[in-house]
């Protein structure tokens, strides 16, 4: 069986130890992270692993005890100001916590630029131990599964630096489940899932953030999805539903996002 994780946005308002607790509650194995919270995720509770040893320190107890890994830490945007460097207490802090995976969002407008920024970005990574893998965002200037292999080619460095795979943002940006089985294995190292209406909506970034639909509630392939993904490539359930977090306790948002997953993957 494919090895799931949970991912932070599904579960917005937990704290980092209670997304471990929910993760082992739903039988995830793995759990992908916000080290930091995000301003632009109000609904999320205030917390910095990097910066806070203690918290820190609490959410490596509390992995070790519920035997939940970290597969992926977020968050790491590459924009045209992004001094590089900075970033070494987070990737620090992702190295700390085991992470399987660091992801970056590229948003530099400059195609020379961009490619050296995201280059050092994994020279950094790699000198902390760490993988990373490129989401492409159609907000963002990798907007699609081209545009990532593109980027992830000219670094050369498959298996250690590849591309995560979101199907909502693979369908919005116009890709296919079939372009996406056409793609080296080496090179996709990690998907993740939600369904999504077939047409697109208005407000594609506000979709993205805070209205995925579970499996099976849309129009997408999502069991064609996870079987053009590398055998050896984790999930995370990403299905954030900011209308449901006031009716709705964590534990059964999450338990209910991982159980029609696999439904829908038999």
Known sequence: ????????????DATPVRLVELAR????????????????????????????????GAMKQAMA?????????????LAGRTDVAALAPA????????????????????????????????????AHGLNVAVEFYPPSQIPSLGAA??????IGRPGEVGINADLLHLMRSGGTVADLAAVP??????????????????????????????????????????RALPAHCPISVEIPRDDAVAGQRALDRAMLAVTRLRAVLG
């Open 1 to 12: 069986m494919r090895r799931v994780s949970l991912d932070h946005i599904t579960v917005v």
């Open 25 to 56: 509650a739903t039988g995830c194995d793995g759990i992908c992270l916000f080290m930091t919270s995000m301003d632009v995720l109000p609904l999320m509770p205030h917390f910095d692993c990097v910066g806070d040893l203690r918290q820190r």
């Open 65 to 77: 005890a519920h035997g939940v890994a970290l597969d992926l830490a977020y968050p790491f945007t």
């Open 91 to 126: 990737l620090e802090c992702a190295a700390d916590l085991g992470a399987g995976l660091v992801n970056a969002l590229v948003y530099d407008r400059d195609p020379a630029r961009r490619v050296d920024v995201f280059g050092r970005f994994c020279d950094l990574a790699r």
């Open 149 to 154: 292999l593109d980027l992830v080619g000219r």
């Open 185 to 226: 294995p080496r090179t996709i190292l990690y998907g993740q899932v939600a369904d999504g209406l077939r047409e697109a909506p208005s407000d594609p970034v506000h979709e993205a953030s805070s209205q995925r639909l579970l499996p099976g509630e849309g129009a997408f392939d999502v069991a064609g999805f996870v």
